[in-house]
């Protein structure tokens, strides 16, 4: 049979997933696996690289076991990861230096601190389209070979290599034949000069990173290497496909007309807008970054990232212990009709776009003695909505586009109250695909698309179908006094540091 079948592996922060597609883009069998989280210190956060690797094997094996499709029938693997996670290796070894320093770790705050204290925070803006803060993997490149014995020298000698989890992946999978990326990983390093599409030599000197540490930036779309038989069932599979997950998400979930916009209600929220050949520079705290690069062409997006959403739902079940599982919180919510005035800021781990506030700390406002658990529930579902409609104001006072409908997708979609809340908030619609695993997707169709499962986007754009949508239904009043709220409860979250 000609092969016509596409695996795509999504490396996200807290489990890997493999998902088998068919040549309609339908999912016909997934694995997900979880690993292990390790916090040495308040505010780190770290991953063992090697058992990353091994959980993508573990769901590649348990994906074919279940399914009728075998690793002769794949045409072609994408790759998708959890952006910004940086992985230092030794060459000859393969084995990891050190732990990989999630985008969530905040270890290198003091290493940001320095920089912009030599004001060079617009430099690398410019250049790279984001701002000096952990989240990035330029600074934990640096802190890497700042605090790992030996590991400057031996980056000096060419012995180490960099990479973010596709590249890590790649480079496993490929036996050690490709060190590569993507302009979208590229993208999110603060080393990558994102409108020459060039490692950017003067940025490097300031983070001390040595260039022959990092991979050759490629395209999101081609062949970058093939599967060693060992890896895959005996088969050299073409690795086809890569993007980091949210330019994944926003590439499946069809948005490939300027203004079109996403948001991935995840762990955290992350809405990409298409800006297309425009690079649009924010005054507002977004970032700008790549959205893909594909046949020789690079197109932009404006970005907006919320460190907390999905995993304050977590918070009300393992911290607060006031739910049993998420789709609980939906049922509390919705036993009122109004939050009645409280609020809550999850800045668990500082604040984001459009605030960019590392220091801040999380804040409920508004209790009253008749304040029960389905007030903090709600407060809490609403805080994503809040969190997202800031990036939207950002977004649209930037691009000089006004939203005409999001598109949605991950874990928390499932929350309808939530969906709503943020239609009414929006005064948009919310619109939500059939195929909700739009990171996977999307990486389907960029592998698809090098090995010839599809001819083009406008072939792809076809599959986009709506499993369901919700229309804006609140006053505008009402909606102005509730955003305004929000607003003074961030700001007071903001001023409190104790
Ligand atoms: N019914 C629900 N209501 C609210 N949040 C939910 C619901 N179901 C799942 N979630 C949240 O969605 C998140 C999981 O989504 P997922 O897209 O798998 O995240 P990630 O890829 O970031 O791990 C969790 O943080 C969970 O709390
Ligand atoms: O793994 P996720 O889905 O939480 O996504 C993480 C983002 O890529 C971080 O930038």
New binding site residues.
């Given amino acids: 049979m000609t092969k016509k079948h596409i695996l795509a592996i999504d ?4 489990s890997s997933r493999a998902i088998l597609f068919n040549d309609k883009g339908e999912m016909l069998q997934t694995a997900q696996r979880e690993f292990k989280q390790h916090f040495p210190k308040p505010g780190w956060v770290e991953h063992n690289a090697n058992e990353i690797w091994t959980s993508v094997l573990a769901v590649i094996a348990e994906v074919f076991s279940e399914s009728d499709v075998t690793p002769a029938d794949i045409a072609g693997i994408g790759i998708t ?5 940086t992985v230092v290796w030794d060459k000859n070894t393969g084995k990891p230096v050190y732990h990989a320093l999630v ?2 770790s905040r270890q290198t705050a003091d290493i940001c601190r320095e920089l912009r204290e030599e004001g060079l925070n617009e430099k690398f803006r410019k250049k790279t389209g984001l701002l000096l803060d952990p ?1 990035f993997s330029g600074t934990k490149v640096k802190w890497i070979l700042d605090n790992v014995d030996g590991a400057r020298e031996k980056a000096e000698n060419g012995d180490l290599l960099f990479g973010t989890i596709d590249t890590w992946l790649i480079w496993k999978l490929s036996g050690g034949k490709a060190h590569v990326t993507d302009y979208t990983n590229a993208a ?1 390093t603060l080393m990558y000069n994102i409108h020459d599409l060039k490692w950017d030599d003067e940025l490097l000197e300031h983070l001390d990173v040595p260039k022959q540490m990092l991979p050759e930036v490629r395209s999101s779309s081609e062949v970058y290497a093939e599967t060693i038989d060992y890896h895959f069932f005996g088969e050299n599979v073409p690795i086809a496909g890569v993007a ?3 330019h994944a998400a926003l590439f499946g979930q069809g948005c490939f007309e300027e203004g079109m916009v996403k948001n ?1 209600y ?3 929220c ?1 809405i990409l807008m298409n800006t297309g050949e425009k690079a649009v520079e924010s005054k507002n705290g977004l970032l700008t970054t790549l959205a893909w690069g594909i046949d020789g062409k690079v197109e932009y997006a404006l970005e907006g ?1 919320i460190f907390v959403a999905g995993s304050a739902i977590q918070w009300l079940r393992d911290g607060l212990q006031i739910i049993e599982d998420s789709p609980q919180s939906e049922e509390l919510a919705t036993r009122i009709t109004s939050s009645d005035g409280v609020y809550l800021v999850p800045a668990f781990v500082g604040l984001g776009t459009p605030y960019w506030d590392s220091e801040a700390r999380g804040a409920m406002f508004g209790l009253t003695r008749g304040t029960e658990r389905s007030h903090i529930a709600r407060a809490t579902l609403e805080s994503l909505a809040y969190q997202t409609k800031d990036v939207m104001t950002a977004m649209e006072s930037d691009s000089g586009i006004e939203l005409k409908q999001l598109r949605a997708d ?1 874990g928390a979609v499932a929350n309808n109250f939530l969906m709503q809340f943020q239609s009414d908030l929006l005064n948009a619609p919310v619109e939500i695909p059939s195929v909700t695993e739009t ?1 996977a997707l999307g990486a389907a169709y960029l592998a698809g698309l090098a090995v010839g499962v599809w001819d083009s986007k406008d072939e792809i754009a076809k599959n986009w179908n709506m499993d369901r949508s919700f229309k804006p239904n609140m006053d505008g009043n009402e909606r102005d006094d509730l955003y305004n709220g929000w607003k003074k409860a961030v700001d007071a979250t903001m001023t409190f540091k104790p």
């Fill in positions: 490396q996200g922060t807290t990861n959890q952006r910004e996670t985008w969530q989240y999110r980091g997950d949210q991935t995840g762990t955290g992350f990232s991950g990171t």
